[in-house]
Structure formats: C-alpha cells, structure tokens
C-alpha cells in the first residue's frame, strides 16, 4: 500500500509499505528500511535510525497510528504514536494529515509527549484549526494517560514484534 502523508503547513510525504494483517479494525504494515535524513529522537535519545524496520497499526476512525520502533540493528525501542486525522483508505492508496502531536511509550516505559511547539504553531498559523487542534490534544492526553497506566499499545501491538513481520513476509514470499 501506498500512505499519501501531509505534514502542516502543506508538506506531503508518500510510503510505500507492505500489508502483514488487516482484521477490519487494525492494519497491521511494515517498513523495512524508513528513509529518514537523520535519527528520530525523544529527548536525547535515538529511538528511529535511518534504515531502520517499523511495524505500523493503523486503525480504522481512529486519530492516531501506532509503530514499533526499532534501530537499524533491530533493537525495539518502543512505541510511537502519530496524532493525525482519521486515515482514509481507498483500496491499497490511503491519505491522513499529522497533526503534530506524537506519543512515545519507550522499551524502559517512560512516556513522553512530543512537539507541542509544533501544534501550538501550526495553530498560531491558522494551518491547524482550534477544533483540530483540541482534538489533536484531546487524543494525545488520553494516550498518555493510558500509557501510563499500562493500558497503551493494546495487546495486539505486542504481538507483532520485528521477527512476526518478517516471518509474515518470509511466509507471503514463499507462497507466490
């Protein structure tokens, strides 16, 4: 499938990615190599490298997505979680806008909020409406409430580790 990514003010984004599962309510995607330009980080710490495997959840009305995060030596780091807008899928094509707001539930449980500055500019721009932006907040606090508590990722983001992916495509591959 291809995800058409726009970033605010007006920045799009396209990936390509493979389909592991899709049970109506959860697909489950994967990225073996994420271009990225530099190392995504949380604070001080590196929780993407360039190159690096990403298993993603994306989930049907839902306000955010979720990836496994990994280095490129396949270490987990944790979960991330993407605030956007409801993603829109037609077919192997789909579209969602970021709407800057990211969650990050790490290997140690630490939990974070990331780029609030980003939301508050995009909102001081007039690239984020005040409804969506509150929405944006709304969906990230209770992420973050649930991390929390350890009722964040749900269950079945835990059970599509890195090895799962790959022996899903190993699995697909072997089959054509």
Request: glycine content about 8%; charged content about 30%.
């Amino acid at each position: 499938m291809e995800i058409e990514y726009r970033r605010l003010p007006a920045r799009e984004q396209r990936f390509r990615q493979r389909v592991l599962a899709d049970d109506g309510e959860c697909v489950v995607t994967f990225l073996e190599s994420a271009e990225l330009p530099k190392p995504v980080t949380a604070g001080t710490r590196v929780i993407l490298e360039p190159v690096a495997p990403v298993v993603w959840f994306t989930f049907r009305g839902v306000w955010h997505d979720i990836g496994r995060f990994h280095l490129r030596d396949g270490t987990f780091t944790g979960f991330y979680a993407n605030v956007l807008t409801p993603v829109e899928m037609e077919g192997d094509r789909w579209r969602t806008t970021d709407l800057c707001l990211d969650v990050w539930l790490g290997a140690d449980g630490g939990v974070q909020l990331l780029d609030e500055d980003e939301l508050a500019e995009a909102e001081r721009h007039g690239w984020a409406t005040a409804e969506t932006a509150a929405r944006a907040r709304t969906e990230a606090a209770d992420l973050v409430a649930r991390a929390r508590q350890g009722r964040w990722p749900p269950a079945p983001i835990h059970e599509w580790t890195l090895e799962r992916a790959r022996a899903a495509i190993h699995t697909a591959e072997g089959i054509r």
